[in-house]
């Protein structure tokens, strides 16, 4: 039966953007299928975690923090990571697609690789762990398993993070181990932990399988395979397999040491010591075809040179004409001639071959770590000079932003190469425009080169108006260059609205704000003594200390008459009245609750403090008809 059309998820469209076609392969953790990004129109490779670790949220989240880390992780050793997401229970990561094989079936296929081969697989592997680790990265799962060939030779690393994110699952809470028992260090047997080092003693454990066809330990159970990682010491891959040289014997040694501290740091570490290694191993004493290219390493991964055939050069014998056969007078041999031109001819040309410079290409150092890049090239025969560094909102700061010559270009062996190093984002500080008009403010924000965004004003009594109180963002924070800031201005005070507050409350508001009050008394139908008109108007700017002239109703009619006007006596005995309650100092929902639960009506205002209640008209224990408007500052 084929799996792949009884899968579910085959031709299902996940999150709108991903159509599976097919089933490629089923782990432990999860599945991959390929898939088709609609979007983008490309194949991507979509690896879908089983139901069991999507229901876990504490995975979920870890797997998306992770998920984000490789995105950042830039490296052609490394499989990229294109984009995380979920689809109700499905649980997916969309990745670079690899067509080829894994090098677990290399292994199947072929059993043990010759040293030097092995460690041209290993090289590029160190590589990539190696920029996860400068980049802060472990991968805490190195096996064959997780390592892509590709069709056209390529080495890629997979499944960088999966391993952390699944120790923050529920299963993980019972002691089961995260990793693979046959390449695990032994302080992740005994403690759980993982550094850069055991990422080293995994590799070092993979190289031990490539040369020998098998891994150090075997056993009956996998506590057995991990009870000899911790007591026991890997042993030389030449007493399995004796043609195995003795660099590879010391490799191993170093980077499967128990004790982590012995180990190299980390995976640059051990790759400085293979790209040494391999250099060091004898070649194929079978001679090269001519013109043949001849694969040469360096700290950074493989670089293809040509390296020319030897040139032979044939030496003929002096021939001695014997004396039988001299005749008189002279006779050139036209075959000799004819030969010693030839000879002449062809030992200048093999001098001129010889005299050419040796060519290479070099290396692309782009986005890698500024030391690294250094040794790399170095080691590659280049020299190597620092120009001064640039700002990229794109690369972080320490890694090479550009090199001169560029990637890829043909040039002398021993030549120059510039490297420009990032200096990450530029940013920039925002300025103290504190104090300052607008004006003063807009030019100061551009002269730091940033843009000004909305100008706001708002009331302040504190700050002067027309003055900036604050920009958002504040003071000395930095920005890129080029942001939008916000300028918060002074409004001075913003008059409040007192129309309708008795005299003498609308009086010491006023007065305690800092404005000059004058009282004008008119005769008029509003409720006696309260304000029926204010200048300046209400919500209108002015400066602290300001003249404000308050009109009130005449405070001397009778507030009875008032109330009842020409009423006559019968039409007031049938009038309902309640008194006010105090309410100035509560909620301002609880005083209107509590208001309209006695049947008035509620009118509320603000002055500037929110929620509380300030003033209140009519003022408290007063006897107002039922229906009335009690009004409420807030």
Same mark, same amino acid.
């Given at each position: ?300 991964? #493989? ?89 990229? !909102? ?67 009594? !504190? ?62 139908? =509003? ?63 609880? #005083?209107?609750? !509590?208001?309209? =639960? ?24 007063? !006897? ?11």
């Amino acid at each position: 039966m084929d799996t792949t059309t009884a899968d579910p998820l085959v031709g299902r469209l996940l999150d709108g953007r991903y159509r599976i076609e097919s089933r490629i392969a089923r782990g432990g953790m999860a599945t991959v299928y390929l898939a088709l990004d609609v979007r983008l129109d490309r194949t991507v490779a979509l690896k879908v975690m089983h139901r069991s670790l999507a229901e876990d949220p504490s995975f979920v989240r870890r797997f998306i923090g992770e998920a984000k880390s490789v995105a950042r992780l830039s490296h052609p050793n490394v499989v990229h990571v294109f984009d995380q997401g979920t689809d109700n229970d499905v649980v997916y990561l969309s990745m670079e697609y690899v067509p080829g094989k894994t090098l677990r079936d290399i292994l199947r296929e072929r059993g043990r690789l010759p040293a030097r081969e092995a460690l041209e697989i290993m090289i590029p592997v160190l590589a990539a762990l190696g920029a996860a680790h400068q980049a802060g990265m472990v991968h805490r799962d190195v096996k064959p398993e997780n390592v892509l060939m590709t069709d056209d030779g390529r080495v890629k690393v997979v499944d960088f993070g999966l391993a952390r994110a699944i120790e923050a699952t529920n299963q993980t809470r019972t002691g089961v181990m995260i990793g693979t028992i046959g390449y695990m260090a032994p302080e992740q047997v005994t403690t759980g932990a993982a550094d850069v080092r055991s990422d080293v003693y995994a590799a070092g454990i993979m190289l031990f399988e490539l040369v020998t066809g098998q891994q150090p330990y075997d056993g009956a159970t996998p506590m057995s395979v991990a009870y000899r990682h911790v007591h026991d010491t890997v042993p030389a891959p030449s007493s399995l397999v004796p043609d195995v040289p003795p660099l590879i014997d010391t490799l191993v040694a170093q980077a499967t040491a128990r004790e982590p501290d012995q180990r190299p740091a980390d995976a640059t570490a051990m790759l400085v010591a293979a790209v040494d290694a391999h250099r060091m191993l004898p070649r194929l004493t079978t001679p090269p075809a001519p013109h043949a290219q001849t694969q040469v390493f360096n700290a950074s991964g #493989a670089t293809s040179m040509p390296q020319p055939a030897p040139a032979h050069t044939m030496i003929q014998p002096r021939t001695e004409v014997p004396p039988s056969r001299r005749r008189a007078g002279f006779k050139p041999n036209w075959f000799l001639v004819v030969l010693a031109g030839v000879m002449v001819v062809a030992v200048g040309l093999t001098g001129w071959y010889f005299a050419q410079p040796e060519m290479v290409t070099v290396p692309d150092l782009v986005g890698k770590n500024l030391a690294l890049a250094k040794s790399s090239a170095a080691a590659a025969g280049f020299k190597v000079q620092e120009a001064d560094g640039v700002n990229s !909102e794109k690369m972080a700061a320490g890694l090479v932003l550009s090199t001169e010559p560029a990637a890829t270009t043909e040039v002398e062996k021993g030549t120059t190469i510039t490297l420009v190093p990032s200096l990450g984002p530029k940013r920039v500080i925002v300025p103290n425009t504190e104090g300052m008009t607008g004006d003063q403010a807009r030019a100061k924000i551009a002269d730091a080169g940033l843009t000004v965004g909305v100008v706001k004003r708002l009331a302040n009594q !504190e700050v002067e108006r027309d003055k900036v109180i604050r920009t958002s963002p504040q003071v000395g924070e930095k920005v890129r260059e080029g942001a939008k800031i916000d300028i918060y201005v002074s409004a001075g005070l913003v008059m409040p609205d007192v129309n309708s507050m008795p005299k003498d409350e609308a009086a010491q508001y006023l007065g305690g704000l800092g404005f000059q009050v004058q009282v004008n008394e008119v005769d008029d139908d =509003a409720e006696p003594c309260t304000v029926i008109a204010q200048t300046p108007k209400a919500k209108s700017e002015v400066d602290k200390g300001a003249p404000v002239m308050v009109t009130v109703a005449r405070c001397q009619t009778d507030f009875w008459d008032w109330l009842n006007g020409d009423r006559d006596d019968e039409a007031r005995d049938d009038q309902q009245f309640a008194l006010v309650p105090a309410v100035i100092g509560k909620e301002v929902k609880d #005083a209107k609750a !509590e208001l309209e =639960a006695l049947g008035f009506k509620v009118a509320v205002r603000r002055l500037g403090n929110r929620g509380v209640v300030q003033f209140q008209r009519p003022l408290p224990n007063s !006897e107002r008809p039922q229906g009335s408007t009690v009004v409420l500052w807030q």
